[in-house]
């Protein structure tokens, strides 16, 4: 087991959140996917301009699943002013998010720097009014019942971050936590959509709640975390409490280093398992 991520290390999270600060001092925004189905796997990350989005791998799987709530931009940067963010989601709420740093009204009393920023109120209000994208609300859980995925989500800042998750609650109900935190240099704090226990196919995969999961960042670079955090996430041995031995859920892992001065992205890491397979 790699060091030091012991905390995703279960069978399967779905997607995967993770912001902190490296032990070599950078920003850290890491995202991964893993899946079970194979529309979500028809799936890659790549660069487009400042974001790293999905992108298909192939067209027909991907369709057998809804494209709406797969190909979506994952770690987009937002500057304003001085001040530069980096928003990061499992879904189109990704620019929703960029949309209320953009639209966010600074106290006028307020202090300087990031700290002017409410990142907890600006991520709760792009989450207030309902949004439909594609015929979906994307301020509610996935509509792919019987799991409900939840929509997670972050920002970084320079010095601070702050992470969602929407989930499903009984009689269609939703449920909304944010969770503020300190960037310390070695150390991030990671949020999926589900918990890591895997369960037959039929059965309601246990969405994640809680507080965000510590891990530390040992890595001194952004493809040197990426391949610990793709290592981490791969196939499990059999055990007690592992449904599918031996099978690789991973999609891709996507990992970028950001100035802590200026939180502007120095280095990026991109690992697509259709891309290693090929090697």
Do not use: C, W
């Not at 944010?178 to 969405?207: C, D, R, W």
């Not at 952004?222 to 793709?230: F, G, L």
């Amino acid at each position: 087991m790699t060091k030091g991520l012991e905390a995703i290390s279960g069978e399967y999270h779905g997607g995967i959140i993770i912001l902190g600060r490296a032990e070599s001092g950078e920003n850290v925004v890491a995202y991964a996917v893993t899946s079970r189905s194979p529309s979500s796997r028809a799936r890659k990350f790549e660069l487009e301009g400042e974001a790293i989005k999905t992108a298909p791998t192939n067209l027909q799987d991907l369709n057998t699943g809804n494209p709406a709530l797969l190909i979506y931009p994952a770690i987009t940067n937002e500057g304003r002013g001085s001040e530069n963010f980096v928003v990061v989601s499992n879904g189109a709420q990704t620019g929703l998010i960029a949309d209320a740093l953009r639209n966010y009204n600074i106290p006028f009393h307020s202090r300087f720097g990031d700290e002017a920023y409410d990142l907890p109120a600006i991520l709760s209000n792009a989450f207030q009014h309902p949004n439909i994208i594609g015929g979906i609300d994307i301020t509610r859980f996935e509509p792919d019942a019987p799991n409900f995925t939840p929509r997670i989500s972050g920002i970084l800042a320079r010095n601070k971050a702050v992470l969602s998750i929407i989930r499903h609650e009984p009689e269609d109900n939703v449920s909304r936590s944010v969770f503020k935190f300190p960037l310390l240099k070695g150390y991030g704090k990671a949020i999926s959509t589900y918990t890591g226990q895997n369960v037959p196919k039929g059965e309601v995969i246990p969405s994640f709640r809680g507080e965000p999961l510590t891990v530390e960042l040992n890595g001194r670079s952004s493809k040197e975390i990426a391949d610990r955090i793709y290592e981490t996430l791969g196939p499990k041995a059999a055990g007690p409490g592992i449904i599918s031995p031996g099978d690789d859920f991973r999609v891709g892992v996507a990992v970028a280093f950001h100035d802590p001065i200026t939180n502007k992205r120095i280095s990026y890491s991109i690992l697509n398992r259709i891309d290693i397979e090929k090697t």
